[in-house]
């Protein structure tokens, strides 16, 4: 099969799937191919659609490859859908994702002694929305429930694997600033981690209005 | 003092915690606790002044605050022996304030990376019209919600005698439970159509939520907003007399 060919193939598949396509599953119909040479060609395709300033882009999403738009048409698409962005998650939802992420497998009291109150119904909308799922059990008194972020986390936040968050440590606070002596402490100062601008724009806009 | 912060913002203690101290410009290594402790509880008290519903984790943290103030009066054990072992009262609070704030900062990052995605627009699921046979336990507020659609329905003036006791949750609940011997499946809305005003409505819900204790009935929903469907729970089997 000519190469151009099999780069057409994979453009159609991409162009029908509602989901992120894995390498294996676009090698499974091509199967002369390399996976190497299928990661090429789908290289290929993305920087010609940037190129030419084409309406879509090829996003590495959850371990897979998707067609999306563009984002800089998104707010004519959104007109289209009437979508306000009300289906926005919530600070709570926001706040256990995050837990759930960094900390998982984790039980409920596990996130709910960071968060500080109880996440019984975060979790619950968590998981019915699929972006939480039950990993399974620890083995220790009681046998409590694990929880972990699921396929739909990653494709439902556009990464293509749980690496690309920051790291922990990038918001400044380690573990070792917690355990150091007081005095010493004092000197360091702190400066702002990345995002920390940005925590509950939602809720200062509330604030902003009600005043 | 003028309050013109919208109060439920804050999700919890630790929210309310970091909040004051971004407000009053504290180092939060070294927090005044006794100043904290004392904005703390006036927001407390206005929350409840709002009627807003103070879960009990805030009252915890309140007790735990006041707990370390007078911690923090006592005078200190012979310090100058043991400078490095010397626990600060604190300092529990301190690394908690800490954990939770980093994860606040997280979720700032994951409602960017939602902000962005959401911009990404892609193809929608062909199969989304066709029913899914994908349900999950209505919730307690998806029963509330049912039942005050249904309150709502109720024609007002009809119904003006004084009901005595007439109808029992507990009646409610046998009714219930042979109607389930007969049918496995039966929906929330016509179990409340077939009551004829109010004190029945909320005596047969009361008996839903009843049955849902005990294990006999589980309730589903195939979506948000669709019909409640009261299922027999088969792993619970009934006993009837």
């Known amino acids: 099969m000519h190469r151009d060919q099999a780069k057409n193939i994979i453009e159609a598949m991409l162009f029908v799937s509602d989901k992120p396509l894995f390498l294996n599953e676009i090698n499974g119909v091509l199967d002369e191919f390399k996976a190497q040479d299928i990661k090429d060609v789908i290289s290929e395709l993305s920087k010609e659609y940037e190129d030419a300033s084409r309406a879509f882009r090829i996003k590495e999403i959850a371990g897979g490859y998707q067609i999306t738009t563009d984002p800089s048409l998104a707010s004519w698409l959104k007109k289209l859908y009437k979508t306000s962005g009300a289906d926005r998650l919530s600070g709570p939802s926001l706040e256990t994702l995050a837990i759930v992420a960094y900390k998982q497998p984790a039980t409920k009291p596990e996130i709910e002694t960071i968060r500080g109150v109880n996440v019984d119904g975060v979790l619950k909308t968590l998981i019915e929305k699929s972006l939480v799922r039950i990993t399974g059990r620890r083995d220790t008194v009681g046998r409590p429930i694990l929880y972990g972020t699921s396929q739909e986390f990653l494709q439902y936040f556009g990464l293509n694997s749980l690496e690309e968050l920051p790291k922990l440590e990038e918001f400044n606070i380690t573990e070792q600033d917690i355990e150091l002596p007081e005095h010493l402490r004092k000197e360091e100062e702190t400066t702002p981690g990345p995002g920390s601008g940005v925590v509950y724009t939602e809720g200062k806009d509330e604030a902003v209005q009600s005043s | ?241």
């Open chain 2, 1 to 241: 003092m003028s309050y013109k912060v919208k109060l439920d913002v804050f999700e919890g203690p630790l929210d309310l915690l970091l909040y004051l101290i971004k407000k009053s410009e504290i180092d939060i290594y070294d927090i005044p606790i006794a100043d904290v402790t004392e904005q703390y509880l006036e927001y407390i008290e206005l929350m409840r002044m709002l009627d807003l519903n103070i879960a009990g984790e805030f009252l915890v943290m309140a007790a735990t605050l006041i707990h370390i103030k007078s911690k923090m009066l006592l005078p200190p054990e012979e310090k100058e022996l043991l400078p490095e072992e010397e626990e600060d009262p604190r300092e529990e609070l301190v690394r908690r304030l800490l954990e939770y704030k980093k994860f606040k900062e997280v979720a700032g990052v994951l409602q960017d990376l939602e902000g962005q995605r959401k911009k990404m627009f892609t193809r929608a699921s062909a199969f989304e019209g066709e029913p899914e046979e994908k349900f999950f336990e209505a919730s307690l507020f998806d029963l509330i919600t049912a039942l005050t659609k249904v309150l709502k329905d109720v024609p007002k003036e009809v119904f003006q005698d004084i009901v005595k006791d007439e109808f029992t949750v507990e009646q409610k609940v046998h009714d219930l439970l042979h109607i389930l011997v007969n049918t496995s499946l039966l929906h929330l809305s016509e179990i409340f159509k077939k009551c004829r005003n109010k004190a029945e409505i909320i005596a047969t819900f009361l008996a839903v939520l009843e049955l849902i204790r005990l294990k006999e009935i589980i309730v589903v929903q195939n979506h948000s907003f669709s019909e409640i469907e009261v299922i027999r729970n088969e792993k619970h089997r009934l006993r009837v007399e």
